[in-house]
């Protein structure tokens, strides 16, 4: 804007119109902020489906070259040494059969990668098949659940027998 006072021409602008550009620009990041979270935390779901139909079509791939077996669910939970999935290495179980006929390396192979210093096991906030990020951490129940990086510390079973967490082979 420019103003004539006296014989001067002054440019530029006033406080008020300044503050008022201002407050129409707060107004409208007020206004569009809770629509941009709503839009990343559909993001994060339409991610955590797919990830899912990842290990589905991994499980059908699987079905479909052994005649309609599923992978292995595993002995029980994994919830401790002596209620283990099963052995890690068994490339029938979900975790590996799903992973592996989806294209991606069995959960037994991210273990030993992990155990070898390389890539660490998946975990919140991490890229993988194997984690939804608008699940919530795991949260400790009963006194023997054993909790670590936000998942249910599962068990299975090293190629001697021996019960071992997910973190080792």
Same mark, same amino acid.
């Given at each position: =804007?420019?103003?004539?006072? &006296? ?7 006033? %406080? ?16 569009? +902020? $809770? ?13 955590? =489906?797919?990830? +899912?139909?990842? *290990?589905? *079509? ?5 079905? #479909? ?5 599923? $992978? ?20 029938? /179980? ?8 989806? &294209? ?8 030993? #990668?992990?155990?070898?210093? &390389? /890539? ?16 919530? $951490?795991?949260? $400790? ?6 909790? /670590? ?7 299975? %079973? ?12």
């Amino acid at each position: =804007m420019c103003r004539q006072v &006296g014989r001067q021409l002054h440019h530029g602008f006033t %406080l008020i119109e300044v503050l008022v550009v201002v407050g129409i620009a707060a107004l409208l990041l007020a206004v569009l +902020l $809770p629509s941009l979270s709503r839009a990343r935390r559909v993001a994060r779901r339409v991610i955590c =489906m797919n990830n +899912l139909q990842v *290990l589905g *079509l991994g499980a059908h791939a699987y079905e #479909t070259a052994f005649r309609g077996v599923l $992978p292995w669910e595993g002995y029980a939970e994994g919830d401790r040494p002596i209620r283990h999935l099963g052995p890690w290495e068994d490339a029938s /179980q979900w975790f590996n059969a799903c992973s592996t006929y989806a &294209g991606y390396p069995s959960y037994a192979k991210m273990q030993r #990668t992990d155990l070898a210093g &390389g /890539q660490r096991l998946p975990r919140d906030g991490d890229t993988s098949h194997f984690v939804c990020s608008e699940a919530n $951490p795991a949260a $400790p129940g009963p006194v023997d659940d054993l909790v /670590q990086d936000g998942y249910f510390m599962l068990w299975g %079973l090293n190629a001697a027998g021996t019960g071992l967490d997910r973190r080792k082979t």
